[in-house]
């Protein structure tokens, strides 16, 4: 009788300390990978909200590998791949777990590593939540790609010519900071960036030709957009108690052109607004 009197003593005193649970981690991994065979497209879907994020090249002849470590205690993370589509799913179950309730543990050593299929068209969606996520697209043709984010730190470049054009590149940074590295590369015959608060820093260097149409959308924030020297770059940007850098640019009808604009042998025109923000325009060699 005492020791089964000193089991239950023992787990209410546990159980008034909020038990050995509370508080405690629980790190799983997820490994997954599919050869690539003959498929001709990926379409990709990532819902993650907490973590580490990372997406380059796989492996050849990989369609995808997937490697990932996450808090059990917090998050329940699942993959699944549809061949008739061609549509690989990664996500957290929301049902089980809230970024606004991540512990800093979750956020500071969970993290997603994607490889993906070099050579065939992709289709991207990622909604990162507040993760730090890392893009690194130079070896991959993207076909789509829109990116969605919460309090995150992101961080794009397209090291290489995309191998056709990208027909419409979204992101969406949110409350956070987006940095994207050498976007003429992409070759997007559409580009929308937006951010709500924070910054925004554009390196619109790359191998491209012709013209490059851009959407801007920055408030509460910063844009720095980086301009390779021998491009024109035309501003109809609406501005709400916003600051723009207009030294070197003639106006006309609105419009800011810089300087040689007709002679460039490239242009760049970038549409949108920017509402109580600084919009800074830096000349790159």
């Known amino acids: ?130 993760t730090r ?32 054009p990208m027909r419409d590149l979204f992101v969406d940074a949110g409350v956070g900071s987006v940095t994207i590295r050498q976007l003429g590369n992409a070759r997007a015959e559409h580009a929308s960036i937006s951010s709500t608060v924070g910054s925004v820093d554009l390196d619109l260097g790359g191998a491209w030709a012709g013209e490059m149409p851009l959407t801007l959308r920055v408030a509460l924030g910063s844009a720095t957009l980086r301009v390779p020297r021998d491009a024109g770059i035309a501003l109809r940007l609406s501005r709400r108690f916003a600051n723009v850098d207009s030294e070197g640019f003639t106006v006309r009808d609105g419009v800011y052109y810089s300087t040689g604009y007709e002679q460039a042998k490239r242009h760049i025109v970038v549409d949108g607004r920017a509402t109580l923000a600084t919009v800074e325009i830096i000349w790159k060699e």
Request: glycine fraction near 10%; avoid cysteine; aromatic fraction near 4%.
């Open 133 to 164: 996520a890392v893009l690194d697209l130079g070896s991959l043709w993207v076909d789509e790609m829109h990116v969605s984010s919460g309090a995150t730190e992101t961080e794009l470049t397209f090291g290489s010519l995309n191998p056709q």
């Open 1 to 130: 009788m005492r020791p089964l009197l000193l089991a239950i003593l023992s787990l209410l005193t546990m159980a008034g300390r909020g038990g050995p649970a509370d508080g405690a981690q629980s790190w799983r991994t997820l490994t997954a990978s599919r050869p690539r065979g003959i498929v001709d497209s990926l379409r990709v879907i990532v819902r993650y909200d907490a973590g580490r994020v990372s997406v380059g090249a796989a492996s050849a002849p990989l369609l995808y590998d997937v490697r990932a470590r996450f808090d059990a205690n917090e998050q329940r993370l699942s993959r699944s791949y549809d061949a008739s589509t061609r549509t690989l799913h990664i996500g957290i179950d929301s049902a089980m777990h809230s970024s606004a309730h991540a512990s800093s543990g979750s956020r500071e050593h969970g993290r997603l590593d994607l490889g993906l299929a070099s050579g065939i068209p992709l289709d991207l969606d990622l909604d990162l939540g507040a």
